[in-house]
């Protein structure tokens, strides 16, 4: 997490999963937090990923704050998806994860979501039934309703969610997620494949919901709506944090950074 300007990097290292290391600057970062600020919503300490002998994700401390919009870059196989999973807390994974208290609502939208052989209301309900089932039908069919208006297909309601256009689902897919009124929104490439009306439809939402409170954090390969959308740009390098910046840091640093070589040509502007 970027804290009072500063760039965090993870460093792995052959430390217990979990275990402080040494002095990285995620482990300052997290200690300077509990003096500056409330708990992070979610909170990682020596977090990886190993598929057989494939190290998705390399041990490494991360924070999410409340309020924060997070993009995450890199390369395909950088590790963004899978730092997305541990977030939600959908894969195994070394060291802990925390959340700052015992009911933090989340909710994360994959980058080809799925969508049940049925209406596009239809879909949206039994959503809300499978996560709201103690809340009154009046109230879920309230809330089914707000939320196909928020995402501006309450007029499609009847059509099949299949039949729907590349952007009509990704919409019903944000709809299913923000029905459930979650503080953390995940989100894979939320835009990916999409046209630009389609896509410029989804980050005003996207926007939105960013500005009534939600956290967000999403994975891109559009630097340009990294710049748009985020608070604080994380670039991922072979499972591995390489800078973690506020937004309106990030790209400096990376184009000096760049003219140092260090980024290779194209990877970042």
Partial sequence: MALNGKRLRAVPGGEAPGAPQGNDATTEAAATAATIGSAPLVQLRGAGVSYGAVRALAPLDFDVG???????????????????????????????????????????????????????????????????????????????????????????????????????QQRLALARAWASRPELLLLDEPTASLDPDAKAAVEKLLAGFAADGTTIVFSTHDLGQARRLATRIVHLDAGRIDLDAPAAEFFDTAAARRRDGHFPDGALP
């Fill in 66 to 168: 409340r309020g924060e919009v997070i993009a995450l870059v890199g390369a395909n196989g950088s590790g963004k998806t899978t730092l997305l999973r541990v977030l939600h807390g959908v894969v195994a994974h070394d060291g802990t994860r925390r959340v700052g208290a015992a009911a933090v609502r989340q909710a994360m939208v994959f980058q080809r979501p799925f969508l049940l052989r049925l209406s596009v209301w239809n879909n949206l309900r039994i959503a809300l039934w499978l996560v709201e089932r103690a809340t009154p039908a009046e109230e879920r069919h309230a809330r089914a309703g707000e939320a196909l208006a928020r995402v501006g297909l309450e007029a499609l309601a009847a059509r099949p969610a299949r039949a729907l256009s590349g952007g009509e």
